[in-house]
């Protein structure tokens, strides 16, 4: 990346977040000891800086100095945040660590279908995010699999840390006129992939086959809540996603 492109990006990251603030180019100038015609010729691009600088803007702004210099996702300048803005905002809320957790395990099992599929090992990968969908969708020659990706439970604070590790196999929302179907069925996904970083702190994932995941005894047709899941691959449990595949289709 050559000077220039480097202070458009400054320019445009400081203006940004001036503006998420809802601070003219004034405000911003005395918070960071500057005139505002220096700020100005930042947020151009046309003004080269020194670390000094840098910690001025970067304090003033309330963020860090990489998070000013760094490309960012189009997210973060659609919200006008950095990504330390929305990591200080998750950690404020229990639900929002839940959710995050949830969809960052499907992004690293994404990552590791995707290796297979550039290994030519499955043919296609359709990562889904909408009410009534799996989580993904594989293409293996010419039979599809449905995959539902879950994060075990954590531990309670009073659980002693040899406690069993479970998975909850609930869908997030009732149907849409009312009914309780937050349940599954044993045919809505083939395989059941559980992340286990929530008991280990790794985005280690054991699969299974769902027709080997344990019923209700009340209603057969239906998965039991809480399943139980091993520590390391034992008994249907597998590492390798391909395998619990294997599982499934026999």
Same mark, same amino acid.
């Given at each position: 990346?050559?000077?220039?492109?480097?202070?458009?990006?400054?320019?445009?990251?400081?203006?940004?977040?001036?503006?998420?603030?809802?601070?003219?180019?004034?405000?911003?100038?005395?918070?960071?000891?500057?005139?505002?015609?220096?700020? *100005?010729?930042?947020?151009?691009?046309?003004?080269?800086?020194?670390?000094?600088?840098?910690?001025?803007?970067?304090?003033?702004?309330?963020?860090?100095?990489?998070?000013?210099?760094?490309?960012?996702?189009?997210?973060?300048?659609? @919200?006008?945040?950095?990504?330390?803005?929305?990591?200080?905002?998750? #950690?404020?809320?229990?639900?929002?660590?839940?959710?995050?957790?949830?969809?960052?395990?499907?992004?690293?099992?994404?990552?590791?279908?995707?290796?297979?599929?550039?290994?030519?090992?499955?043919?296609?990968?359709?990562?889904?995010?909408? &009410?009534?969908?799996?989580?993904?969708?594989?293409?293996? *020659?010419?039979?599809?699999?449905?995959?539902?990706?879950?994060?075990?439970?954590?531990?309670?604070?009073?659980?002693?840390? #040899?406690?069993?590790?479970?998975?909850?196999?609930?869908?997030?929302?009732?149907?849409?006129?009312?009914?309780?179907?937050?349940?599954? #069925?044993?045919?809505?996904?083939?395989?059941?992939?559980?992340?286990?970083?929530?008991?280990? *702190?790794? @985005?280690?994932?054991?699969?299974?086959? #769902?027709?080997?995941?344990?019923?209700?005894?009340? &209603?057969?047709?239906?998965?039991?809540?809480?399943?139980?899941?091993?520590?390391?691959?034992?008994?249907? @449990?597998? &590492?390798?996603?391909?395998?619990?595949?294997?599982?499934?289709?026999?």
């Amino acid at each position: 990346m050559d000077t220039k492109e480097l202070l458009r990006r400054l320019g445009s990251r400081v203006r940004a977040l001036r503006e998420q603030r809802a601070w003219s180019q004034e405000d911003l100038a005395r918070r960071a000891d500057r005139h505002f015609t220096y700020i *100005g010729r930042i947020e151009r691009g046309e003004q080269n800086v020194t670390v000094e600088v840098l910690l001025e803007i970067s304090a003033a702004l309330e963020t860090r100095p990489e998070d000013l210099l760094a490309e960012g996702h189009p997210l973060l300048a659609q @919200w006008r945040v950095t990504a330390a803005d929305v990591v200080e905002a998750v #950690s404020h809320g229990f639900r929002a660590q839940v959710d995050v957790k949830g969809k960052l395990a499907e992004l690293m099992l994404y990552r590791e279908l995707s290796n297979l599929r550039q290994a030519n090992r499955i043919k296609r990968v359709e990562w889904h995010d909408a &009410d009534g969908k799996p989580d993904f969708t594989l293409q293996i *020659g010419d039979k599809t699999v449905v995959v539902e990706c879950k994060n075990v439970r954590s531990l309670t604070p009073n659980a002693s840390p #040899s406690s069993p590790i479970k998975v909850e196999l609930q869908k997030t929302r009732n149907s849409k006129d009312g009914t309780p179907t937050r349940g599954y #069925s044993v045919d809505h996904f083939q395989v059941l992939s559980a992340c286990l970083f929530n008991r280990t *702190g790794q @985005w280690r994932f054991l699969h299974i086959a #769902s027709r080997q995941l344990r019923r209700r005894p009340n &209603d057969p047709q239906r998965l039991l809540i809480m399943q139980l899941v091993p520590a390391a691959a034992a008994d249907s @449990w597998r &590492d390798n996603i391909l395998d619990a595949i294997k599982d499934a289709r026999q």
